[in-house]
């Protein structure tokens, strides 16, 4: 204890104390005040004749002054013509639920104030984004708008580029550069998406049957919620006291959005299965589940307080747990996202240049659906199935995953051996990208290739697995308001400060799945950068903090829990809590309180002490050491992700030397900037059926700048941890 509080004094002077890196992110200062050309709204008013209109909607709005100031942004500016077309469209549209759709008048003055913020938020971006490196060489590219909601740019066959569909980039009037970023001029406003994700479904054909099944159990009132209601505020707008992001002030949301991603088959899917009819749906859905949650033979348990409870195959479609009605929830999740954001993607962190997938790791996570208790894996499997490309899969199931029968590689006869898909493996449900990432005002849908179901497969075989799975999952509210995957530029500009961008505070009521005790609680969300993360994203926490997040629902059994944390001078004294609700009294210790601070790899008594070896200290990739960590409780960080790689390349290694190159630069070896380590926190017996909650508290009081911080966790089916003929963790 006295050791750690020594500390305390120290970390006033560390660096980025809970970034974990030795450097701050900063943007790029070089035009902040001294410009030597046109800002953006100098070239829009020295081009009224051409962009009046929007200028006028700008001003009235305030965002003109945002264009004429320092910062990285872009501006996708709409003609005058396009201005007066959106208009019309809006004052005629025959179908709107206000007359008008509010407008006072067809003609630019009568917009009212909100439509002019509305209208100017949605055509600035909080970063560059280019029509050579970001629209024209991808079908369809998620584009984030500083409204906090995307629109979809799409290369189209001839050869134009279209912004939600309707607005089309000047081929002669694109990336044009001023001081503070760039103008994209526009045919037409981009239109903003007014249908919810139940209603788009309705005005599309080809998911007739999927629609009536939604009609029918009457989901409507579920999927048409646009945002949660509540105000939001945080005591504090600065980081963490003592460290170089201390002062602020920070990005937090002051609302709530909610979206959902539906996964929808179109009819012909269907209809190759002998379903035509939203009737035959029904009675195959009866085959699919019947018996899901028999005591004896079943494989869903989930809570029955009543008969009622139970799986029915009769005419109750509103029923939860009626057959159709289970059916479609399986397909939806409370996040609404985009194809490329389903999964931190190769191609993401090929623009990272401090992040990449070592010794195998894929692209893969884990989201809950509607269907309460239950999880569906979306995977993108670059190595194991190198012939698919970059297609994305719902429950695809390899052998033995996550095991390997060659240590430091994916397993013997690379990429497929062990992990043969003939050896009892299924492709799981494939999304079809090319016919996805249909946006709406609450959300995504994506077209499948296949039913998806949850069937004996999902729990016994797919969820099977060691489950690492990322913080920024557990918590939707961070996918739905785009604060995972954002970068740091673009929070910055929806902060309207461009020099604080690193962070975005999460106020103690915000998040559904977190539970606040303390009001001293500072619990902020680290945006992708360069940080030693999984997905380079985590949430990090502060000062007398006391707080618990629920653990996402995984088939019964029995489980290792593990959470990972850097060992640096900022950690607190935490102990870690389970319990089967977010109140105080369900929750039993987990062991004993752990100094966040320890070891420290720079002090050899302390390697020692935990059996922990620098990597030129090893010949055997530390697999000696592992056994004496894990005996006292501590495993090191996985090898499956780096901040670099042995050749500088992002593109996957295609063969098991270059994985193994990739050594000294995995996590599980890297000793800079704060060496990450999982702490054992014990075995417990989960049930499906129940929930689970973690509880983090800091036993230090009186020191505002300790803490730590969630970067994922692991929980992992014993059967897993005790195989004895391979090996888990290297991938």
Known sequence: MNKNIIRTVACVACASALALTSCTKEPDESNLYTFTGQTIMDYLEANDSIYHNFNVILTRSG?????????????????????????????????????????????????????????????????????????????????????????????????????????????????????????????????????????????????????????????????????????????????????????GPYFYPTECKVKFTIFAEPDTV????????????????DIWYAGADDAANGWYEHPVNSSSDKVSTGDDYENTYNTLNMFLRYHIIA????????????????????????FGGEPYDYYETLLPHTLMKIWQPLYSRPNNGDEIFINQYHPLNTLTDDIGTFGKDFPYGMH?????????????QAASNINTTNGYIHRICSPLVYDRNVNEKVLNERLRIDVSTLVYEMINNDIRFAKDAEIAARNQNARVGTMALIPANYCDHIKVYSNKTKLAFYLQGPWRAWESDQISFWDECDFAFRLPPVPSGTYEVRIIYPATEFGGYMQYYIGNSSSTSSMKPLGIPIDASYPDVTNEAERNDVGYYLSKDVTDYGVASDL?????GFMRAPASFSRGTWNGQKTPSQNADELVANLQYCCRYSNDGGTLFRKILGTVVINQGEER???????????????????????????IVNSQDYTEDWF
Request: hydrophobic share 35%; with cysteine; net charge negative.
């Open 63 to 247: 965002y003109n002054r945002m264009l004429d100031t320092y910062g990285q942004y872009t501006c996708y500016a709409p003609t005058d013509e396009g201005v007066m077309r959106y208009i019309d469209s809006l004052y005629n549209d025959e179908s709107a639920i206000l007359p008008h759709n509010g407008l006072t008048s067809n003609s630019l003055e009568g917009l009212t104030d909100s439509m002019c913020v509305s209208i100017s938020k949605f055509h600035i971006s909080g970063i560059k984004y280019t029509y050579l490196e970001d629209f024209s060489k991808a079908s369809s590219t998620p584009i984030t708008t500083i409204l906090n909601t995307t629109f979809l740019a799409t290369a189209d066959r001839d050869g134009k580029v279209r912004l939600n569909n309707v607005a089309v980039i000047d081929n002669y009037k694109h990336d044009l550069e001023m001081t503070n970023g760039y103008v994209q001029s526009i045919d037409n406003v981009i239109p903003l998406e007014s249908k919810s994700v139940y209603d788009k479904l309705q005005t599309l054909d080809e998911f007739s049957i999927f629609f009536e099944a939604l009609k029918l159990c009457k989901l409507q009132s579920v999927l048409s919620v646009k945002e949660k209601p509540g105000s939001y505020s945080v005591s504090s707008t600065g980081g963490r006291p003592g460290s170089s992001m201390a002062a």
């Open 270 to 285: 269907f209809q190759k299965l002998g379903i035509n009819s939203v009737e035959d749906l029904k009675r195959q859905c």
């Open 335 to 358: 996040a609404g996202m985009p194809v490329s954001k389903l999964v931190y993607e190769r191609k993401s962190n090929e623009a990272n240049e401090n992040w990449n997938y070592a």
């Open 420 to 432: 043969d898909m003939e050896n009892g493996g299924f492709d799981g449900v494939r999304i079809d």
């Open 628 to 632: 004496i960590m894990r005996n006292k």
């Open 693 to 719: 909650w973690i509880r983090i508290k800091n036993m230090l009081t009186g020191y505002d700048s300790l803490g730590g911080s969630v970067d994922f966790i692991e929980l992992v089916p014993v059967n």
